[in-house]
């Protein structure tokens, strides 16, 4: 057999055999390097908490799991999408929880008004957190530079809504809102907490803060 060709199929040999060694190095290290965030924020998560993880779309958080299954639907904008997460158990906690992700280039059109006029809206991005006006940040519950909560009343209901800046890039969100929503019969102070479990109290409002910050990339 010719010296060269023998040489030639060692050296062809070696080198796939190089190749097979970096795809496992790195499909390992990716594989090492994934479980590890993903343990991360388990290892955080609270005495009956669940965390929902979606690799499709590379983001995560943690969930009190009374509140049932997290659902997730995605819509599509006249330029972008918006991705929304609903819990299963909310409406039989006469509750309504969710949590919204808009991309930064979502635009939508809205042609259903009295009028026939069209509202176009935009997605929810940092620049609508940081954009907040001077006068309406006196009537925000809580305000700082990268989020802000409010909460809101009126009869039969309570609310609170938590607007975060946050990083998706698989998705393109770099804002996220929560709305969290009680059916209530007690008369409860709009943006204050209140001690009637029946409204926006501590325990509600340290919950779903907790929800809505640990929402993160993959």
């Not at 958080?61 to 509140?67: A, N």
């Not at 620049?127 to 001077?134: C, D, F, G, L």
């Not at 309570?158 to 007690?186: C, D, F, G, H, Q």
């Not at 102070?189 to 993160?216: F, M, W």
Request: proline share 4%; net charge positive; hydrophobic share 35%.
């Amino acid at each position: 057999m010719d010296v060269n060709h023998v040489q030639k199929s060692n050296l062809v040999k070696i080198s796939l055999a190089v190749v097979a060694l970096l795809v496992v190095i790195s499909a390992g290290w990716y594989l090492s390097h994934s479980s590890s965030k993903k343990s991360a924020l388990t290892s955080n998560t609270p005495v009956g908490w669940a965390t929902y993880t979606n690799d499709n779309y590379g983001f995560q958080f943690i969930y009190p799991t009374f509140w049932g299954s997290p659902q997730l639907n995605v819509a599509t904008g006249q330029t972008g999408k918006s991705y929304s997460v609903v819990f299963t158990q909310a409406a039989q906690l006469k509750q309504k929880i969710s949590i919204h992700l808009e991309s930064e280039d979502l635009t939508t059109k809205n042609c259903g008004g009295p009028s026939g006029e069209c509202v176009v809206a935009y997605g929810l991005t940092k620049k609508n957190i940081e954009s907040v006006p001077a006068g309406d940040k006196a009537s925000l519950f809580k305000y700082d530079s990268n989020s802000y909560s409010l909460i809101l009343s009126k009869p039969g209901l309570a609310s609170i809504n938590v607007y975060r800046e946050i990083s998706l890039p698989k998705i393109k969100v770099s804002a996220a809102s929560m709305i969290y929503e009680i059916n209530t019969t007690s008369s409860c102070p709009r943006n204050q907490l209140s001690q009637d479990k029946g409204c926006i109290n501590e325990s509600t409002y340290q919950t779903v803060n907790k929800v809505a910050e640990s929402i993160k990339t993959l």
